[in-house]
């Protein structure tokens, strides 16, 4: 049996032994390391620490080390976890769809194609908000309004390229506007695009839910749609499908095994995950963070990877960004 | 009368003892590093941030008020007793202060900034309590168009500081500008003066540059002249007791720079450093005895002093209430909100009311906390300034390697820092002002993105500056700001050569 500190001290060879023996019964692991290749406090990381609270209280896993390299939407860190963390069977690269986009963006020779795909996790659905006082009163009234004169339509959300800019060049394509005419003015983030809203200086919004919220529960800004495919539990809004706009968008979350790691120790860190997602522990994380369980492992989870990098591609190539 | 209840509610929370202690304990190290030059509440409180995984919201919000409040009061001594501004907001105390010094009067130049910053924090303060959500309601009427409005008058008004040469000064505004660009650009996506490398796509943190330009820089510039002597302490000479004729000449700068400090402490960009200049122009208009200015004028410490504190506390209104960063400090402070789940905003003021009024509590606190280290007890940090040179820049250079590793853990972020570090002692060396980097480097950029969101929101029509009644009353103001002065001197040289002629002017 090894110790922790010998497990440390050793090569990274020794963790993926100890996981090799952990696929068929559920054998706790000693050390994970984990990937985070953004700052400290974002998505990304609080997935990582959530993961890390859940895995430990569920007693999959004795320590976690979580290692930050933050950076342009992840395109710094992914490099890093390629190279450096190759064949350890024992890491996990927390990642979402915000690195596809910002990959292709940043014309990137790389993508997250090339890494090993354990399984998506959550989902944070966009919505779609306008001051108190907006004429709009659905997003079709919304979406009419784009179809009329984009650019009398001017949309605030956080950079370019990003999901919020994604969500609304979808939108405009859902309704046959080309997605380059689309007003988008991009902020440095939810905070000021919120603040340009609730000074009704911009026609609509687009963030993540959880931006908004605390304006909505004040009243000061109403939400038209969520833009995820089923209605949100305790969001008072429908889905831009419902509305008969039909796109469908997830900034989605997940973990990824480093290349080069054996079937055994992937099938043993999928197993791992596939539990802590069944459990109770992960389920009372996501609600209280307000995320979306939508669990996806195996070979789908590899799929729906390339059919995302397809489609974000596709979409910012429209936008002018790829 | 319901901010009456709460914020007695918040004083129930500061005055534990814990929380006393956390105030004690930033109050004490705020004044310390705003003290030392190079060393500022950014820095400080970036190395402070992983103490937000050990310590509860409440303490770790008031250590962090705490130093960012005493940074304002002790950045004051450095300026007055050594010419270098301990802090980039304590710049213009040094033009009078320092002169005061040397007269022989830094007993009072002392006493009129500690007590002016204590009237102004603690009116500053007040102004949090029962102006927050007044000043919420109408920083949300600015849109893009005013903002970049208000970014010109802020060019503006920086171009009178740009330092004895414009030609330098506007070199080292460029660079500043040039500085803040690189990066992915927010309206497109598009990467700019990254070279490819792909850790500058984020852009250089404003951090690294103030700190190699004003620690690694000055380390560097401090080490080369070492041998031709140190700087010159001036001794503490004169009363801290002011004078009946000081006290007059006192109270109404720290009230004009308290009103000038706490509402453009609140605006975006707006910061600590313009409402400082200004208060030092507004204070040279109205003096009795302008003559005195640039030699040792008492007011041109009271209001610039009261504006620097002011503006603290204004920081933290947009801070608190919108989640907007309008100074380098508070963008860190945001960061640990951010890292305890805490997503601060209008309705930051219910849902953790203990957090936010316990905060505001203790800023009334940590005000007569700091009255008193900084008058009474004045001669410890004067005493800190004694500090052999080499072993306080060593420490210095030591903490700063460490300060900005521990923000990103990114090698590159080191590379520059020391990159920058050499150009800010070849600025220094060849009389370059370093301040305006800064200052470029945070106003250029808001500058341009507002511009083009305000350009993006009107569908590319450019009167919109003009018709929207907020930024075309401030591009005129802009507009006298630049032309008044030449406009008058034009008009009086013309005058002058007229007069002889017996023209009818």
Known sequence: MLTKRELMAGSAAFGGLSLLGASSQAQTVDLLKMFVPAAPGGGWDQTARSLEAALRATKLVNGVQITNVPGAGGAVGLPQFLNQWKGQGNALMVAGMVMVGSLLANKSPLSLTQVTPIARLTGEAEALCVPQGSPFKTAMDFAQALKADPAKVPVAGGSAGGTDHILLGMIAKAMGVAPSKVSYVAFSGGGPATAALLGSQVAAGISGYGEFGEQIKAGKLRVLAVSSDKRIEGIDAPTLKEQGIDVELFNWRGVFAPPGVNDAQRNAMTAMIEKLAASKEWAEVCKRQEWTQITLTGPDYGKFIAEETTRIGGILKELGLA | ?505
Request: proline share 6%.
């Open chain 2, 1 to 505: 009368m319901h901010a009456f209840e709460q914020l007695l509610h918040g004083f129930a929370v500061a005055l534990t003892p814990v929380n006393l202690m956390w105030c004690l304990v930033g109050t004490t190290l705020g004044t310390a590093i705003g003290v030392l030059p190079g060393l500022g509440p950014a820095l400080t409180i970036a190395l402070l941030l992983p103490i937000t995984f050990k310590v509860e919201p409440t303490a770790a919000f008031i250590l962090f008020a705490g130093i960012y409040y005493g940074a304002m009061y002790g950045g004051s001594t450095t300026s007055i007793l050594l010419n270098t501004p301990g802090e980039s907001a304590t710049i213009v105390t040094a033009l009078e202060g320092n002169k005061m010094a040397r007269s022989g009067r830094a007993g009072a130049a002392l006493a009129t900034s500690a007590i002016g910053s204590f009237v102004a924090g603690t009116i500053g303060t007040l102004g949090i309590t029962f102006l927050a959500p007044i000043v919420v309601d109408w920083a949300l009427k600015f849109g893009p168009a005013d903002y970049f409005a208000l970014m010109l008058l802020a060019f503006v008004t920086v171009t009178a500081v740009l330092g004895s040469s414009a030609v330098r000064g506007m070199a080292a505004l460029f660079f500043g500008i040039w500085l803040g660009l690189i990066g992915v650009d927010l309206q497109t996506g598009q990467a700019r003066f990254t070279f490819g490398v792909p850790e500058l796509l984020d852009g250089i943190n404003v951090i690294i540059v103030a700190v190699g330009l004003f620690a690694v820089g000055e380390t560097l510039y401090v080490a080369s002249r070492y041998k031709s002597g140190t700087d010159e302490i001036i001794p503490l000479k004169g009363s801290l007791w002011m004078t009946r004729e000081e006290w007059a000449r006192s109270w109404k700068p720290w009230l004009r720079g308290t009103a000038l400090g706490f509402p453009i402490g609140a605006m975006p960009a707006g910061g600590a450093e313009i409402p400082t200049f200004l208060s030092y122009f507004l204070e040279k208009k109205l003096s009795t005895k302008p003559e005195e200015f640039g030699r040792g004028a008492i007011e041109g410490v009271a209001g610039p002093e009261a504006a620097n504190n002011a503006s603290a506390a204004g920081v933290l209104v947009p801070m608190l209430t919108l989640g907007l960063p309008t100074s380098a400090t508070a963008a860190i402070m945001l960061s640990a909100f951010q890292s305890y789940g805490i997503n601060p905003g209008p309705l930051l003021f219910e849902s953790q009311a203990q957090l936010v009024w316990g905060l505001i509590a203790s800023l009334f606190i940590g005000n007569v906390m700091l009255l008193v280290l900084n008058l009474p007890m004045i001669g410890l940090w004067v005493k800190m300034l004694r500090i052999p040179a080499p072993l306080l820049y060593a420490g210095i250079l030591v903490f700063a390697t460490i300060g900005t590793y521990g923000i990103t853990q990114s090698p590159v972020d080191l590379v520059l820092l020391y990159l920058i570090g050499g150009l800010g002692y070849l600025m220094r060396r060849y009389d370059f002002p370093t301040a305006p980097v800064i200052i470029g480097m945070i106003l250029g950029p808001l500058a341009e993105q507002n511009f083009r969101q305000a350009m993006t929101i009107s569908a590319g029509d450019w009167t919109v500056f003009f018709t929207r009644p907020i930024s075309a009353t401030i591009l005129v103001l802009a507009l006298l700001a630049l032309a008044g002065p030449k406009l008058l001197g034009f008009w009086q040289s013309f005058r002058m050569p007229a007069e002889p002629m017996g023209g009818d002017a």
